[in-house]
Nanobody, 117 residues
Framework: VQLVESGGGLVQAGGSLRLSCVAS????????MGWYRQAPGKQRELVGT????????NYADSVKGRFRISRDLAKNTLYLQMNSLKSEDTAVYYC???????????WGQGTQVTVSS
């Protein structure tokens, strides 16, 4: 499975951005997809996930009510709509997929999101 993110950039606090992640390869084997982020000097943390079977989503408390994960199955694309952005949302955002019999993790290259206050 290969993942390519896009959509990052610089935005003012209170603004919005939408990230995209296009999956290719053995996409039929993906069980869960999600977004993670890593700020400078901090560990990578979960933003949210979506289960392939049924589309159930889960979000970190820090982004609940502001971020929304969605997907376009026909395009093998995962989205992260980010609203009411805060300076603390500044990070590199990574797309993740768990696939295969053993739930192997796959990662995109990351896309930078910078929120100016």
């Amino acid at each position: 499975v290969q993942l390519v993110e896009s959509g990052g950039g610089l935005v003012q606090a209170g603004g919005s951005l939408r990230l995209s992640c296009v999956a290719s390869g053995s996409t039929f084997s993906i069980s869960t997809m999600g977004w993670y982020r890593q700020a400078p000097g901090k560990q990578r943390e979960l933003v949210g996930t979506i289960i392939s079977d049924g589309g159930s989503t889960n979000y970190a408390d820090s982004v609940k009510g502001r971020f929304r994960i969605s997907r376009d199955l026909a395009k093998n694309t995962l989205y992260l709509q980010m609203n009411s952005l805060k300076s603390e949302d500044t990070a590199v955002y990574y797309c993740n997929a768990r696939a295969g019999r053993w739930g192997q993790n796959y990662w995109g290259q990351g896309t930078q999101v910078t929120v100016s206050s």
